[in-house]
């Protein structure tokens, strides 16, 4: 069975600094997709950042970007002058197939802190 | 992009009462739709997947017949809490995907249940 670990249940960071987030996860797959949620304090749960296990190229999407390690199955998620509005918590999560049936499998979440 | 939309948000309700929370995917056709269940300051658990025409799947530990689900067309999927009691009180989110290749799941805002 598919495990995602996140090993900090809470960080924090001042604004304008960068800090990352730790992500690992265990498949026999070679095939498989991660991303990275966001959930404020609305709860809302909000898509940071994905990656398809087949591209070696590490995603971004302007001051988030991630670290990932396929022989390690490490994900980490980077973000880049941090701001008041990244304060959440973040969910690392993993999905063996792009199908509209194929469930995620989350960590267990990092609450992040921004001070300001 | 694609959008969930869950109602209510809050619902607060008397033991022994059934509550009824929907889950709408307002621009898309969704087969699938999965529930969560999260408790505070924890990640999401997945309670059972909505499948569209058929029974829905429920995870190992959740009652089938106090969490009924619906799921009778490609829009909607219904999550019904029966004879409510205190502990069933918690943070029900449903999400869904869209087609291949849209970038992971889409989620509802979530309901937040309170059994008096």
């Known amino acids: 069975a598919q495990t995602v670990t996140q090993s900090q249940p809470e960080m924090s960071v001042q604004e304008a600094e960068t800090v990352t987030l730790s992500c690992t996860y265990d498949t026999s797959e070679s095939d498989y997709y991660l991303f990275w949620y966001k959930q404020p304090p609305s709860r809302q749960m909000i898509l940071v950042i994905r990656?398809?296990?087949?591209?070696?190229q590490n995603a971004t999407e302007n001051r988030f970007s991630v670290n990932f390690q396929k022989a390690a199955k490490s994900f980490s998620l980077k973000i880049s002058d941090s701001q008041l509005g990244d304060a959440a918590m973040y969910f690392c999560a993993y999905r063996f197939e792009e199908t509209s049936g194929s469930r995620l499998t989350f960590g267990e979440g990092t609450q992040l802190t921004v001070n300001p | 992009g694609a959008v969930v939309s869950q109602h209510p948000s809050r619902v607060i309700c008397k033991s022994g009462t059934s509550v009824k929370i929907e889950c709408r995917s307002l621009d898309f056709q969704a087969t699938t739709m999965f529930w969560y269940r999260q408790f505070p300051k924890q990640s999401l658990m997945l309670m059972a997947t909505s499948n569209e025409g058929s029974k829905a799947t429920y995870e190992q530990g959740v009652e089938k017949d106090k969490f009924l689900i619906n799921h009778a067309s490609l829009t909607l999927s219904t999550l019904t809490v029966t004879s409510a009691h205190p502990e069933d009180s918690s943070f029900y989110i449903c999400?869904?995907?869209?087609?291949?290749?849209?970038?992971?799941?889409?989620f509802g805002s979530g309901t937040r249940l309170t059994v008096v």
């Open positions: 999400s869904a995907s869209p087609v291949l290749g849209q970038g992971g799941y889409t």
């Open positions: 990656q398809e296990a087949y591209k070696q």
